[in-house]
């Protein structure tokens, strides 16, 4: 993907990153990215396969971190080469960011670490592509400045993701201005349709979220504009080991996938 990290403008449509929130397994990884290989060949849909191989921001200490980092890496590097896919996953320190780079393709920084100065640097120094969530906290513009810091660091390969707003303690709002907004700076814009439906800080100590409204947001992010939409999914999320209460049942994502392909026809 490194040398043709656009393609998805020669496919005339939005690209996808969808998987598991996080890699529980090989065989449960090989069937999700199957069937969503199938869905998005047949919609000329660009697709990068997304798997964490380890969840470092938990809430509570005995919540599900990962299968092993080695382990997990390695399953992310099957799934690409077995279905001659990109991969992304995400890494919490910089030096974490040479290790994650030798299995996939995206190294993806996390909504709170996206000031993260020595992460980023070494996210871009590893020549790969790197995918920047916007944290809760920051407004669209001053997004342009994490991206500087990696074109800065010599790598250009930069993508930037809209993953919700804080608004209030327990909950998360998409202000979709910002994709237009972030777009001007010249990088592909991705929605992360199921973390922003994310309501966090339960009292529980387990995030909750709005999975009813996958489709709500999905719809919006593309009609104003966005390049990529980023869609976690898994066979059954209420037995998912990571954010099962935001993530979308994958036998639901191919009718979503067709309405959102209709809508993209119809602005274009």
Same mark, same amino acid.
């Given at each position: 993907?490194?040398?043709?990290?656009?393609?998805?403008?020669?496919?005339?449509?939005?690209?996808?990153?969808?998987?598991? $929130?996080?890699?529980?397994?090989?065989?449960?990884?090989?069937?999700?990215?199957?069937?969503?290989?199938?869905?998005?060949?047949?919609?000329?849909?660009?697709?990068?396969?997304?798997?964490?191989?380890?969840?470092?921001?938990?809430?509570?200490?005995?919540?599900?971190?990962?299968?092993?980092?080695?382990?997990?890496?390695?399953?992310?590097?099957?799934?690409?080469?077995?279905?001659?896919?990109?991969?992304? +996953?995400?890494?919490?320190?910089?030096?974490?960011?040479?290790?994650?780079? %030798?299995?996939?393709?995206?190294?993806?920084?996390?909504?709170?670490? $996206?000031?993260?100065?020595?992460?980023?640097?070494?996210?871009?120094?590893?020549?790969?592509?790197?995918?920047?969530?916007?944290?809760?906290?920051?407004?669209?513009?001053?997004?342009?400045?994490?991206?500087?810091?990696?074109?800065?660091?010599?790598?250009?390969?930069?993508?930037?993701?809209?993953?919700? +707003?804080?608004?209030?303690?327990?909950?998360?709002?998409?202000?979709?201005?910002?994709?237009?907004?972030?777009?001007?700076?010249?990088?592909?814009?991705?929605?992360?349709?199921?973390?922003?439906?994310?309501?966090?800080?339960?009292?529980?100590?387990?995030?909750?979220?709005?999975?009813?409204?996958?489709?709500?947001?999905?719809?919006?992010?593309?009609?104003?504009?966005?390049?990529?939409?980023?869609?976690?999914?898994?066979?059954?999320?209420?037995?998912?080991?990571?954010?099962? %209460?935001?993530?979308?049942?994958?036998?639901?994502?191919?009718?979503?996938?067709?309405?959102?392909?209709?809508?993209?026809?119809?602005?274009?």
């Amino acid at each position: 993907m490194n040398n043709d990290y656009l393609r998805y403008k020669e496919a005339d449509n939005f690209f996808l990153l969808a998987g598991p $929130c996080v890699i529980e397994g090989e065989e449960m990884a090989m069937r999700i990215a199957e069937r969503v290989v199938e869905i998005t060949n047949r919609l000329n849909i660009p697709y990068v396969f997304k798997g964490s191989y380890r969840k470092a921001n938990r809430s509570r200490i005995d919540s599900f971190t990962g299968i092993g980092d080695e382990k997990a890496l390695k399953i992310l590097r099957k799934v690409g080469e077995t279905f001659g896919i990109p991969t992304v +996953t995400d890494i919490h320190t910089a030096d974490e960011a040479k290790r994650a780079a %030798a299995y996939v393709d995206v190294l993806q920084i996390p909504a709170f670490l $996206c000031r993260q100065t020595d992460l980023l640097v070494a996210a871009a120094q590893t020549g790969k592509i790197v995918n920047v969530k916007k944290g809760q906290f920051l407004s669209p513009e001053s997004m342009q400045f994490a991206a500087n810091k990696l074109v800065d660091a010599g790598n250009n390969q930069v993508m930037i993701t809209e993953r919700g +707003t804080t608004f209030g303690y327990q909950d998360l709002v998409v202000d979709y201005r910002g994709i237009p907004t972030m777009k001007t700076f010249g990088f592909p814009v991705v929605l992360d349709v199921t973390h922003s439906l994310q309501k966090p800080n339960q009292t529980s100590g387990v995030t909750g979220g709005m999975p009813q409204l996958i489709e709500t947001v999905a719809k919006a992010g593309i009609a104003v504009g966005a390049d990529g939409l980023f869609i976690e999914t898994h066979e059954n999320p209420s037995e998912a080991k990571s954010d099962g %209460a935001n993530m979308l049942q994958l036998d639901r994502l191919e009718g979503l996938l067709e309405k959102l392909v209709r809508i993209r026809e119809a602005i274009l």
